[in-house]
């Protein structure tokens, strides 16, 4: 017996070693944080940019590091055209795309949301967004693969070019980069200026060199991606919005153990709220900031200017019908209380 006790215990000292090599990768793996990859086109002291990694702080603590989050702000990971099949290839699990972003995907009806005049405030956005027209279209994203997490407010576009913006006239002729919206294009065009389409990362080159003469953004990324320093003059008119959509992968999301989803869903519904708080005040800011560094001239519309826009631009709002679908236009019209004709 005392042999066999022996030979057991030299036995489990040779074998020690191997057991060992054999469950590292197992330990390793059981250890490893599950990692989320979020990629973004906007700078970090944006709106956005604050959200995503106000986002990574909460997911990471809320885990317990379970869950490890990568942001990739400033089109580093993917460019506009590319993150949205990056995703759905699973090459990256989180994005927060301009909501025109999704009408290649065949989900048109996501380009409502861009109709000039549409939205009188952020609390009117914030609550359409909350309610049945936010959920209807998170809704048309499950087909494509992709889950809805929540909406980024970035706040009112304003518009810009080397000669000032007042009347409607002062747009004919001019190039406008637009993120793709067939709705922004549509009233651009009605305005007599020429929309293209362009990757945001590319917009400031393209100003410099005049490939196009002007853009609309919110004062927030003027201000970050220095837009300001190539354009002589701003108009202030925020006359549309400019809303992100945080999606993820689906087959990612619904894989997760749901107490780790549970966790993250929290993280996020506190990174909303931290965004959408500090959206309007970043634009107060970065335009303050835009004015004092002389380098544009900001221009604000009178009431006049104002209507005239609001009178040129409403046959978008008939032309959206056959772009968007009578279904969308009708929920937001309930939704807002507005005429769509």
Known sequence: MRKLLVAVAAAAVLLAPLLVLLLAPAIAQAQSPIVIKFSHVV??????????LKFKELAEKYTDGKVKVEVYPNSTL??????????????????????????????????????????KDDVTYSNAMKGTVGKWLFQKLEAKGITG????????HMLSANR??????????????????KVADQYLRIMGSIPQIM????????????????????ASNYLTQKFYEVQKDITVSY?????????????????????????????????????????????????????KTGKTNLHYLTEADRKAWQ?????????????????????IAKELDVKMN
């Open 43 to 52: 700078a970090n002291d944006t709106p956005k940019g604050k959200g995503a």
């Open 164 to 181: 000032p913006l007042l009347k409607p006239t002062d747009f004919q002729g001019l190039k406008f980069r637009i993120s793709g919206s």
């Open 239 to 291: 006359h549309a919005h400019l809303q992100y959509a945080v999606i993820v992968n689906s087959k990612f999301w619904s894989g997760l153990p749901p107490d780790i989803r549970a966790q993250l869903d929290k993280a996020m519904a506190e990174a909303t709220d931290y965004t959408n708080s500090i959206a309007r005040q970043e634009n107060e800011e970065a335009l303050a900031e835009i004015k």
């Open 78 to 119: 993917y460019k506009d055209k590319e993150e949205i099949e990056a995703l759905q290839l699973g090459s990256v699990q989180m994005l927060a795309p301009s909501t025109a972003k999704f009408a290649p995907l065949g989900i048109k009806e996501f380009e409502a949301l861009d109709l000039p005049w549409l939205f």
């Open 311 to 331: 009178e040129a631009m409403q046959p978008t709002y008939k032309w959206a019908k056959g772009r968007v679908g009578q279904e969308v236009l009708d929920l």
């Open 199 to 218: 990757a945001f990362s590319e917009v400031y080159q393209a100003l410099q060199t005049g490939v196009v003469d002007g853009c609309e953004n919110t």
């Open 149 to 156: 997490l929540a909406y980024w407010d970035n706040g009112f």
